[in-house]
């Protein structure tokens, strides 16, 4: 049975929200208001129309309990008291999701991290090919990449990359992405055509906001340093780079991507406060590990999440068992929605079981 008690209260919810949108509102009011409309919006309409539904179904059983309808506005009305059922149950479970607790994390940007595992070389050349996926897939969304810090592969890619991937709701798509990606292809390098696996590791933070995480100044170590790689004369002399250690935590960022130190340390503060505001989450949720190492693994190729055989053009997520054969759009970005609905779907499914 669904919570009446609660819909009733939603639903008033919504119309006094809409009515204070209509007298006039402030700006950060109306700010306010706006988003907790549009966030109900689905919920509301799902409501009225199961309420309506409920409704014809009682005429509909009604009229099939009168001994005087005719043989042929039985069967009429039979009819349609089996499509009401129907869309009455998919109705149903359209509410339960939406009533489903919320991540606070959802709606917000996030910090993409990416590593490369075990395979040497290759392993930094498919971390590059991951990371160009989510660019495309950021693309699609209409979301902004930014690239954070890069450690390129001596023959492309990177042995580490991260970026900033901004718009709404982008966590929420990209959360289940955390973990050992595998990667099964013979190399360009491979003259005896041999299929080589290695594997590269995703994180995904929610992009911490300075109202989030409160990082107190006593608790960092900040050293300063010259940059390293390509570069000429800013390299040789200037400072910029900038390496902060979070004291109670332990947790180190170095960047050194941008000629400011300024900047360095703005982007190094971001990352910083995403990294500790996923540890705190993990402390509170019993479904994630407690240490923040368990979300991408050791690299090692027998830990993973997803397989991309590109031989066979297939790819696979391990944790439900979805295989598409349609591995270049998946690397396009286009086909990634299919997976990533159906790691939701799996998810909402847990949350249900869950509530009995």
Request: hydrophobic share 35%; charged share 35%.
């Given at each position: 049975m669904l919570p009446h008690d609660k819909l009733d209260l939603i639903l008033r919810r919504h119309e006094e929200v809409s009515a204070r949108l209509s007298e006039g509102a402030d700006g950060p009011t109306f700010v306010a208001l706006s988003r907790?409309?549009?966030?109900?919006?689905a919920v509301v309409t799902a409501i009225q129309a199961f309420r309506a539904a409920a409704a014809e179904l009682v005429g509909l059983e009604a009229m099939l309990a009168d001994p005087s309808l005719d043989a042929e506005m039985l069967a009429l009305a039979g009819e349609e008291r089996d499509a009401a059922t129907e869309r009455?149950?998919?109705?149903?479970?359209?509410?339960?999701?939406?009533?489903?607790?919320?991540?606070?994390?959802?709606?917000?940007?996030?910090?993409l991290e990416l590593r490369a595992g075990t395979g040497g070389d290759e392993a930094a050349l498919f971390a590059g090919d991951l990371f160009r996926m989510y660019g495309r897939y950021a693309e699609l969304h209409g979301w902004k990449v930014e690239l954070l810090s890069a450690t390129e592969g001596t023959m492309g890619g990177f042995k580490e990359v991260v970026a900033s991937v901004i718009g709404r709701g982008v966590f929420a798509k990209l959360k289940f992405e955390s973990g050992v990606h595998r990667v099964q292809r013979v190399p360009d390098t491979e003259t005896q055509g041999r299929i080589h696996t290695s594997a590269a590791t995703v994180a995904v933070l929610p992009e911490a906001e300075e109202v989030d995480v409160d990082i107190n100044e006593a608790d960092l170590k900040i050293d300063t340093m010259r940059a390293q790689g390509a570069g000429g004369q800013h390299v040789n002399k200037t400072e910029s780079a900038i390496r902060l250690t979070h004291l109670p935590t332990g947790i180190v960022v170095f960047m050194q991507e941008e000629r400011s130190q300024h900047r360095n340390r703005h982007k190094a503060m971001a990352v910083l406060r995403s990294r500790i505001f996923d540890e705190q989450r993990q402390k509170l949720d019993n479904e994630?590990?407690?240490?923040?190492?368990?979300?991408?693994?050791?690299?090692?190729?027998?830990?993973?999440?997803?397989?991309y055989n590109f031989p066979q053009g297939r790819m696979t997520d391990h944790r439900i068992n979805l295989t598409l054969y349609k591995l270049d759009k998946v690397m396009t970005g286009e086909a990634l929605d299919e997976v990533v609905d159906a790691l939701t779907?799996?998810?909402?499914?847990?949350?249900?079981a869950a509530q009995g």
């Open positions: 907790e409309l549009a966030e109900t919006d009455l149950t998919g109705l149903e479970q359209t509410i339960r999701v939406a009533l489903l607790p919320k991540d606070a994390a959802d709606e917000k940007s996030a910090i994630r590990a407690a240490d923040r190492k368990s979300q991408v693994g050791s690299g090692d190729r027998s830990e993973r999440i997803r397989t779907t799996e998810h909402q499914a847990s949350q249900l």
